[in-house]
């Protein structure tokens, strides 16, 4: 069985950079994530910054160019292979802003994450950069480790994610995906993309009939004002016909803004904002709510 996931606190360097440049690498970088309670070996398969979104409080710079809009399996292998290693033999652990947490949680990954500047399943071999890292992760001896897809479910109907998610299925995978609103007039607000709700909500439902998901909702202040109680409602209703549907939804994780973000209209909840709204949802779902301030 994994190790519980560790308590950390949201003040600490490692937590609140999220940089996705680590060295010379290209792809792979390492954070400490609250969420996934320890370390996580991010794999951004958008070094180019390229996205199907356009979310407001999203911290990527995207008037700096981005490096290659090609994806290098064999140098994503070799990055991947010496990011675990340095990991596990406490390299990491002495460098900056990572010599702030305890060693033991720098050394074990708890996830290995396709994240990063952008949209990974807009990649159009995403299952094969799956397999390179579940390869990676059984002969490093990672059986505890997640291969985990934080998404913003756009392109989960694709077949070459569909053929990715079935490789994440048989080495410890998890889906993350992101609704963060309840009607189409607050998610064109927020998310400020051409794709319609419906579909993310569509592709929701036919990824979550399959295996559990994990939903991930991003709460914030717009010019000043949380989201309207009619909105968090209807959000709580998205999440209601899911499951009346046939979706397993393992919890929903609710998070505000940790970083900083370009748009300055953009707001962060207190704990105690975050954690009413969660109530909310508990109530009205039956879901389990998991917040992080």
Known sequence: MPEPAAAISNTLA??????????????????????????????????DKKCNFDCVYCEVDRKTPGKTSVVDLDQLHEELIEMIRFARNGGLAREPKFDEVTPELTRTPRDIAFSGDGEPTMLHNFDECVRVAAGVKRAEGLAQTKLVLITDAAGLDTTSVRRGLEIMDANQGEVWAKLDAGTASYYKLVNRTAIRLDRILHNLLLTARTRPIIIQSLFLRLHGEPMPSTELGEYCSRLGELVHDGAQIREVHLYTIARPTPEPFCGRLTKAELECMAETVRAKTGLRVVTFD
């Open 14 to 47: 490692a937590v609140r950079d999220h940089t996705r440049i680590y060295r010379d690498f290209t792809y792979v970088y390492p954070v400490i994530s609250r969420r996934s309670g320890g370390l996580s070996i991010g794999i951004n398969l958008n070094p």
